[in-house]
């Protein structure tokens, strides 16, 4: 409880250490709740301060099936990712915030592939491959706005420039996507999240 009241005074104004914790979702990925053999989710816990930084945590989770992404086999993943980082927060008015920030992100998952191979001159080959304890890092550069919405609810988007920095690819058939990141043939990639959450403040204005 000291924690959530402690402040400095700057200029004969008290400026919280601990602003507000805020809880999040991404409702852009609720729609794969009613997609067969697709499901991601993806959370946010955040830490404000007085002092127009927050501190970042973002947990996912990724369950893909009977991907068509190569000509003659089907394709499953599944794993999770989190990341951690920084945001610096400039208020454009009242009830909109645009921040700026960074993540150091890292996924472990697993994939499964069952292919054949065709021929009209010898038997027809099927095989599978599995592959587990995959592992993948990569850096985020994010540009984050949200809006009040009523009370103390937000609505906004994150736009991420993906750059990743450590991935190894050990066998002859390439990791199609990494949870969290994308495809994984990319070394730069950009993407979109759209998110609402609850802003819990942590100190009294009027104290």
């Known amino acids: 409880m000291i924690l959530f009241f402690l402040a400095e005074n700057v200029q004969g104004q008290a400026k919280p250490i601990l602003k507000n914790l805020s809880l999040g979702i991404d409702y852009g990925k609720l729609y794969t709740l009613a997609t067969p053999g697709h499901k991601r989710y993806?959370?946010?816990?955040?830490?404000?301060?007085?002092?127009?930084?927050s501190l970042i945590a973002e947990y996912g989770a990724v369950d893909r099936s009977a991907m068509e992404v190569y000509k003659n086999g089907k394709y499953d993943y599944e794993g999770s990712y989190y990341?951690?980082?920084?945001?610096?927060?400039?208020?454009?008015?009242?009830?909109?915030?645009?921040?700026?920030?960074?993540?150091y992100a890292e996924s472990s998952f697993s994939d499964y592939l069952t292919y054949s191979i065709n021929s009209s001159l010898w038997p027809d080959y099927t095989d599978e491959l599995s592959r587990s304890g995959l592992k993948a890092v990569w850096g985020e550069l994010v540009l984050t706005s949200d809006s009040q919405l009523w009370d103390n609810f937000f609505l906004g988007f994150n736009f991420r420039y993906r750059r990743q920095l450590k991935f190894i690819?050990?066998?002859?058939?390439?990791?199609?996507?990494?949870?969290?990141?994308g495809k994984a043939r990319y070394n730069y990639i950009p993407a979109v999240n759209l998110f609402i959450k609850y802003k819990l403040p942590l100190y009294n204005k009027n104290k």
């Open 42 to 53: 993806e959370g946010s816990l955040s830490i404000e301060s007085g002092y127009n930084f």
């Open 83 to 103: 990341r951690l980082g920084l945001d610096f927060n400039y208020a454009l008015a009242e009830k909109n915030t645009l921040s700026l920030g960074f993540r």
């Open 169 to 181: 690819e050990e066998n002859v058939i390439p990791v199609y996507a990494i949870p969290g990141y």
